[in-house]
């Protein structure tokens, strides 16, 4: 093959790879919004609203993203456009400024990272962008709008159940998200205030990061299990790492009736919970949460609301009540029925 | 005292010396750790990464690189997933994780082996568009309720785990490959020198692409066993585990320049680094130290194999000059173990 060909053939490559890549901008809602923004609520026919997400390779968020592009089909003057932040605090910063600079009428962000963001959505509020915080609330802002689910909250409520659950001298291992993520530290912060500070008999005979990922806690836990032959519970940031714990001891002997406590309400969690393997988690319901954004966004470019501050629930899943979430879960289509 | 160990002959046995001090190491510090039952816990866990790391020593050892390895096995093991629950057929699953893994690193081996376009750049490329296609298949969800498929990654034919019997399959295979067949012998000629082994008349492009293969072969079967282990099928599976998949080749033995390595120090080098990962677990160290241990191991191993050729190539020089010998290209480019470094 000559030199000539090579490039030609790398040229088209690289052309059709470009074309494919600019396809996958997703859109939702009516699709003929065009830029500009006349003022936050000034009635027009169509609003263009940008919606920056954490990261769309972390399960829920991508849950959340999926329903906030249903849920914006809903309002036929809204155009929604998903950004995806890739967990990364330079990339969502970027998108922010981005979304600013392009004029788009209102801004959803997911912070990565709520103090990282803080300036850059300060910008957006000063630029006279609707602008709404979700999942979690970004404080210390001078105006500006959420919908939030706390993840104090979240860690919280299924701490305080462990409180009465976990028995006297236990050995416990915790599992945390990435270093120094906020999601992460406010759970871990929640386990701390709610129960270790209550329950100085229980041990933590080992503790460390799984980066949210069930692989790494399985190995993680395959470990302590043979060092640690009496491990009464498994205390988790997230539920991804609560079931990669409990993959890791499921057929070992003397961790039959080992405790697990997650966060987050993951369809396999809830099924793990049904089946009677895992203990408890705390539901951060993405499609309550994109109703909420959705309405909010719509009420405050429409004029209806000046302002919006709004939480959702932190429900509890126990094996009491895990059929009512899995039917939830089958509705959405992330349980086959 | 430099010039001293630059003279020191590399021992062909060191990694394996390296080897038995880490196992004697852990064994003393954890009296967990010499048990069936922790031995077996670290084959099984570095099962999934050796597979990959023998498909990185391949591509390394012939010149190239693989940054896609983590985001392709991802993708191959979420679709042979899929395959199974819309199928319940094991062996099309299994067929289908290969097929992903050898589709990825065909297009790969169009880009570097036809369109000569760098390495580093197109598995760069396909590394975002193999987990951008995983996530797009699954909508960024994990797939559940895999029924048998987990017997893959955590049943046992008789007392044998099947990922650790998997690995016994896969290192003999891969080492026949490499060191009983002319695909193995022109891998470390194309990666000694391209130009000599081209000249010998080597089909270097057809090489490439035989590597890649293999490689996407190996990277397919690891995100089966992969998916199958964790009971489930994570789009975001794997990420990092490109470079866990190059450590390992490289504390091994195996040269970022081409030519060198070995099957057995790939095996080597991914025990290790599963050693040193499981013992740290055993004693409780935490994450923090664990990477400064693993960044220092990897360091320390690139460092000494850049060492110690700068030695064994001045050696080389003094004794052809002392023969009267021409230097001809080619001349190094040999089997494993034997290459001509470029630098």
Redesign the interface.
Known sequence: ?NSLT?RI??LS?ATA?AISLAG?AVTTGNPTGNGGNDGASENKDEYRVAYIARA????F???L??EMKLEAENYDDITLEVFDGQADDEIENKMIENAIANQFDAVIIQANNADAQLPYIQQAIDAGITTITTNPRVEGLTGGNSVDADPYKQGAVVAQLALEEIPENANVVVLNGP?GNFHSTARRDAWQKEFFDKRSDVKIV????ANW???EA???M???S??NSEIDAIISMND?MA??AL?AVK?KSGFDGILSYGVDG???AT?LIQGDQMTATSLQNARELAQLNMKAVHDLLTGVEDEVNVDIGNPLITKDNAQEYIDLYKEAG???K | MLSTLKNIEVSRYSIYIILLVVVVAASLL?P?FL?S??IF?VL??VAVITILAFGAMTLIIGGMIDLSAGAVMAFAGVVSVMVFKSSENMLLAILAGIAIGMICNLVNAF?VA????PAFIVTL?MML?A??AV?ELT????V??LGDFVLIG?GNLGWLPIPVLALIAITIVVWYLMNQTRYGRSVYAVGGNEEAARAAGIAVERVKYQAFLVNGALVGIAGVL?MS????G????G?GYELQAITAPIIGGTSFSGGVGTVMGTLAGALIVGIL??IM????I???IQQIVMGAIIVIAVAYDVFSKRGKAKTTILKSDAKGDTIRPGMFASGPGGGKSKT
């Not at chain 1, 769309?56 to 399960?59: E, H, I, L, R």
């Not at chain 1, 080992?206 to 990061?209: L, S």
């Not at chain 2, 677990?281 to 409780?284: E, Q, R, S, T």
């Open positions: 093959m090579r053939i790398a490559v790879a996958c769309q390779a972390d399960s968020a991508a849950w993203a999926n270093a080992a503790e460390d990061i990922n069930k692989d399985m190995t993680l395959e470990d302590w043979l060092a991804n079931t990669g993959e057929s993951t369809p396999e099924l992330l349980i086959e | 954890s967990n048990s039952d922790n816990n099984r866990q880009l036809t369109l000569r376009t490329g568009m987990r951008g996530l909508q960024g969800q994990n559940l309720q955590q992969f282990r964790v009971n489930a994570l789009p975001n599976a990420v990962g499981n677990n055993l004693i409780g935490g994450s923090y």
